[in-house]
C-alpha cells in the first residue's frame, strides 16, 4: 500500500466518501464481490476509464489506446470519459466516487505532483497502482514567430525580465512547476501560467499570450508538423532520438535530476486483490499492441515503459520523494 509522506492544505473528503460507497457495494448484486465481479476476480460489470484531462493529450490518446486491449483481455467494457480540472484532480476524485472495481484512472506525473504539493483531492492511500504504460521526456517549446527562436534568446529575457516571461504549464503544483523552479535556481525566473485545457496551453503560445510552453512532443507534434512550434531546451540528459532542432539540455545548465511524464493506470484501493491483478496482467498486453506501439514510436516516448502494479507501486513512492526533495530544493513547495 502506497503511504502518503507529505502534508496535504487541499480538501479532504474523498476517503470518507470512498469508504462509504465500499460498504455499500454488494446491495443488488448476485454472487458478486466488493467491485462487482464473480468469483475469481471476474469483471461483470463495465469498468469506465477516467481520463482526468482534455480530448487529444497525452493522457486521452494513451487511455483510449489502452481502453481496447484491456476489454478484449478482459471480455468487459472499458467506457471512456474526459473529466479534466485541477491537474487530474477532478478526474482522480470522478474515479474514487464509482464502486470499487468499476473504474480506473489514467493518472500522470503532474496529478501526483499534487500529492506532494499538498493541492490534491485525494491521498495515496486511497488508490493502487495497476500499471504504468507511459513515460516521455518534456521540452520547452516556443512559437517559431516569436521573436524567441533559441534558448539564448529565451534565457536572456528570463535573465533580465524576471518572472515576466511567461510559460503555459498543465496546472498548480504539476511537474512543470519544479522544473520551472529548477531553472529559476539558475537566474532564469520564468512565470508559470497554467491552463486546464491542453487546446488553450498551446492557443496561448501561438496568440502570443504565453512565450513557450513545457510540453511532451506528444502533445505538440501537429504544431510541430506545421511549423509552428519548435524545442529550445530538453529536460533530459541527452538528445532525444527523433526530436529535431537546434535545442539546448538541462544537463548543459547544470541540471541533472529531472521528472519525466509518466502515464499509469491506479484504481480505487479497495478494489479487490483478484480483479487488481486480472488487471495489471491484461496491461501489460498494451505496450505490445500495434496501435500502442506507434502512438509510442510517433510521440517519441521511451521505450521499456510498462511496470506491473508491484513495480509501479514502488515507481510512484520513489518519485513522490524525488518530487518532494526537488520540489524543497528549487523552494517551489514551501
Known amino acids: 500500500m ?7 492544505r487541499a480538501v479532504a473528503g474523498i476517503s470518507a466518501l470512498a469508504l462509504s460507497l465500499a460498504g455499500a457495494v454488494g ?11 464473480g468469483g475469481g476476480g471476474e469483471f461483470r460489470r463495465p469498468v469506465t476509464m477516467v481520463i482526468p484531462f482534455g480530448p487529444g493529450v497525452g493522457s486521452d490518446q494513451a487511455g483510449r489506446l489502452a481502453a481496447p486491449v484491456l476489454e478484449r483481455e478482459l471480455d468487459v467494457q472499458f467506457p471512456v470519459i474526459n473529466v479534466p480540472g485541477a491537474t ?12 470499487p472495481g468499476e473504474a480506473v ?8 505532483a499534487t500529492t506532494v504539493a499538498g493541492s490534491s483531492s485525494f491521498e495515496l492511500e486511497e488508490i493502487k497502482p495497476v500499471c504504468r504504460i507511459s513515460n516521455a521526456p518534456s521540452s520547452l517549446w516556443v512559437n517559431t514567430k516569436s521573436e524567441y527562436k533559441t534558448w539564448d534568446a529565451l534565457s536572456k529575457a528570463a535573465k533580465e525580465q524576471p518572472d515576466q516571461i511567461a510559460v503555459a504549464t498543465v496546472g498548480k503544483g504539476g511537474i512543470d512547476d519544479i522544473q520551472l523552479g529548477a531553472l529559476a535556481q539558475k537566474g532564469f525566473k520564468f512565470k508559470a501560467v497554467p491552463f486546464a485545457e491542453g487546446t488553450e496551453r498551446k492557443a496561448s503560445v501561438l ?5 513557450a510552453i513545457y ?38 545548465l547544470g541540471i541533472k535530476d529531472v521528472i519525466h511524464q509518466f502515464r499509469g493506470l491506479v484504481a480505487n484501493a479497495e478494489m ?7 488487471l495489471s496482467t491484461a496491461c501489460s498486453k498494451v505496450e505490445s499492441d500495434p496501435k500502442f506501439a506507434e502512438f509510442q514510436q510517433g510521440n517519441l516516448e521511451f521505450e521499456g515503459a510498462f511496470m506491473d502494479s ?17 520540489g524543497e530544493q528549487y523552494g517551489v513547495f514551501e
Request: charged share 30%.
Open 2 to 8: 502506497l503511504t502518503a509522506k507529505f502534508p496535504r
Open 27 to 37: 446491495c443488488g448484486d448476485s454472487g458478486g464481490d466488493a467491485g462487482g465481479g
Open 88 to 99: 487530474g484532480n477532478t478526474g482522480m476524485t470522478k474515479m474514487l466516487q464509482s464502486r
Open 105 to 112: 484512472a489514467i493518472m500522470p506525473a503532474d496529478t501526483l
Open 207 to 211: 496568440s502570443g499570450d504565453t512565450d
Open 215 to 252: 510540453e511532451q512532443y506528444g502533445d505538440v507534434k501537429e504544431n510541430v508538423t506545421a511549423g509552428q512550434f519548435k524545442p529550445v531546451l530538453h529536460f533530459n540528459n541527452k538528445r532525444q532520438e527523433g526530436l529535431k532542432g537546434d535545442y539546448t539540455l538541462v544537463s548543459e
Open 272 to 278: 479487490p486483490a483478484e480483479q487488481l491483478d486480472k
Open 310 to 326: 508491484a513495480e509501479f507501486e514502488e515507481f510512484i513512492q520513489s518519485e513522490s520523494e524525488k518530487m518532494q526533495r526537488l
